[in-house]
């Protein structure tokens, strides 16, 4: 057990409708990234928080968006779903992910067991 | 162009033997580290191994060592004993200094042992 908890682990949804992920990070940890998991695309970045603040984008659409809350859990919106949208996503979290600290670098991030989105 | 190339999309091995899985890496930052993750079946990614771009010695995490080439910008995975529960898929990813700490992932490498 990783300590991270996504919830919840399956979603069956139909085209253009909105849902909601969300994650509970490992105790402690105050950084979450969120990754996407497709057969075409393989393991992307989307989107990193620091201790409630958004610190870095990766390949996140227009209509995916996220924050974190003052307790530290994440939440990952995706609107305006198409079938593509179909895969594992994954959160993750560490314990920081200050710019320069080269010395927490083998800061290993801890992933939760994934939500697994269907878009039908 | 890729920051992380995994060449072999498939790799079998038998039980008991040492297997190795490749993994090349691309970046212009002095400062990065490297990680393996498995990934069975069941979906979920388990953290395997570290190595940091200024680490002297390769990493070694019980039957997993990383052969680290700097020169050649490689970090392949070598998996000794196999067992059964090793069959999954095997991710090699890179955190680079100037970021925020984001893995980018190579696209994986599935092994199956074979009894």
């Known amino acids: 057990d990783s300590g991270v908890t996504q919830t919840p682990k399956h979603l069956i949804t139909a085209t253009g409708q909105r849902v909601t992920l969300r994650c509970s990070p490992r105790s402690g940890d105050l950084s979450v990234y969120w990754y996407q998991q497709s057969l075409d695309q393989g393991l992307q970045f989307l989107i990193q928080?620091?201790?409630?603040?958004?610190?870095a984008k990766g390949n996140i659409l227009e209509r995916f968006s996220a924050q974190q809350f003052p307790d530290l859990h994440s939440e990952l919106n995706l609107s305006s779903l198409e079938l593509g949208d179909s895969a594992l996503y994954f959160c993750?979290?560490?314990?920081?992910?200050?710019?320069?600290?080269?010395?927490?670098?083998?800061?290993?991030?801890?992933f939760g067991q994934g939500t697994r989105l269907t878009v039908v | 162009a890729q920051k992380i190339t995994q060449t072999q999309p498939g790799m079998f091995v038998q039980e008991k033997e040492a297997v190795t899985l490749d993994c090349t890496y691309d970046t212009s930052d002095p400062s990065y580290g490297l990680f393996w993750y498995k990934q069975p079946s069941s979906g979920e990614m388990i953290f395997l191994i570290y190595q940091g771009s200024y680490d002297q010695q390769n990493a070694t995490e019980g039957r997993y060592s990383l052969n680290f080439q700097k020169a050649r910008k490689s970090a392949n995975l070598v998996i000794s004993a196999s067992q059964l529960g090793d069959s999954a898929m095997y991710f090699c990813a890179m955190r680079e200094g100037g970021s925020q700490g984001n893995l980018i992932f190579g696209k994986g490498t599935k092994l199956s042992v074979k009894p």
């Open positions: 928080y620091y201790n409630g603040e958004e610190r």
């Open positions: 993750a979290s560490s314990l920081t992910a200050d710019r320069g600290e080269a010395g927490i670098m083998n800061t290993e991030a801890f």
